[in-house]
Structures are given as C-alpha cells and as structure tokens.
C-alpha cells in the first residue's frame, strides 16, 4: 500500500486549498479513505474519511462546512477541498486507510495558514 499526498502550500486567511492522495497497492474502491493533520507540538487529529462508494462522509466538527471530501475511484485519488482557512488549520495534513486491520499512511504535506 502507498499513499502519495500532494497540493499543501501557503494560504492567506480566508483563502482555499485542494489537497490530493494518490493511493495504490490495494483495491482502492473497496476501502475507506480518511485525512488526518498533525499541527506542532500537538497529536494528530482526524479531519474527514469517505467510504469507498464515496456515499457516505464525516468531519471532524473544526471543519464542518469548511472541508470537503470526495474520491475518484477512477483515478484511486482521494480529495480535500480546504476552504474558509483559518491560521489554526496550519499542520501536516496526512491521507490514511486501513486496509486488513493495517493502518497506512502517507508522508504528509504541509499546509500553512497565514498572512
């Protein structure tokens, strides 16, 4: 299993970010797909997760109606569309699936909210 993230960067106040997670080494469209973040000095922290037909999603309450997931089973890439950022969404921001009670993540990519 290899999950490859992609798209973090620097973001005013206010402004948007898509995030992608290209996965690979298992039936994609079988499995839930969720985003973690991981800020300094603090534990990571679920974000959103997808279910595998992308019928059914969850948020983390600190970015209901902010985030959005979704999924290409297509393409085997998950997405987070971040908008409405604000400075306290600035963390590493982690794809993650489990896949036969194995848990797997990606390396991360940095997001950075500030003026």
């Known amino acids: 299993v290899q999950l490859v993230e992609s798209g973090g960067g620097l973001v005013q106040p206010g402004g948007s970010l898509g995030l992608s997670c290209l996965a690979s080494?298992?039936?994609?469209?079988?499995?839930?797909m969720s985003w973690y973040r991981q800020a300094p000095g603090k534990e990571r922290e679920f974000v959103a997760t997808i279910s595998g037909d992308g019928g059914l999603t969850t948020y983390a309450d600190s970015v209901k109606g902010r985030f959005t997931i979704a999924r290409d089973n297509w393409k085997d890439t998950v997405y987070l569309q971040m908008n409405s950022l604000k400075p306290e969404d600035t963390a590493m921001y982690y794809c993650n699936t489990v896949v036969r009670s194995d848990s797997y993540w990606g390396q991360g990519t940095q997001v950075t909210v500030s003026s």
């Open positions: 080494g298992f039936t994609y469209a079988s499995y839930f």
